[in-house]
């Protein structure tokens, strides 16, 4: 089962990229998402190389081990 | 008028803290809560000396000056 801690922090991400990140808005989907992929994107964002309204604050809270582990959370969940 | 970039991340605590902050839930609502008091809290989570499950991460994400800026926004919301 999942790690409940990741589960909390996944949860958050629900306003914008949709109950388990399958978005049904403009925003990008993460459900499914290759692992090394949303990793990639979050180290961008919390290193600020990648443009963001509110990614760069939210990438920023988390280690890059706690980013690792949403990264494989999401990769699990159906797009 | 508020800051567009303060809307933006304070949009993403509604999640949990509601619409504007004024929550429906247990979780606690911020809505009208008093800036100085709102920023403690923050500042507190921040530096991991207030136990949280996902708020670590979130107030992390913020520089002091970002924290002041989010706790005066919710002030000026109606509970």
């Given at each position: 089962?999942?790690?409940p801690q990741v589960r909390a922090w996944a949860a958050?991400?629900?306003t914008?990229?949709?109950t388990n990140g399958a978005s049904a808005t403009g925003i990008p989907a993460i459900a499914g998402l290759d692992s090394e992929r949303a990793y990639t994107l979050?180290?961008?964002?919390k290193e600020g190389t990648?443009?963001?309204t509110v990614m760069h604050q939210h990438a920023k809270g988390?280690?890059?081990?706690e980013l690792k582990s949403l990264a494989a959370y999401f990769s699990r969940q159906r797009p």
């Open positions: 089962a999942e790690d958050t991400c629900a914008c990229h949709g979050l180290k961008e964002f990648r443009p963001a988390y280690t890059d081990e």
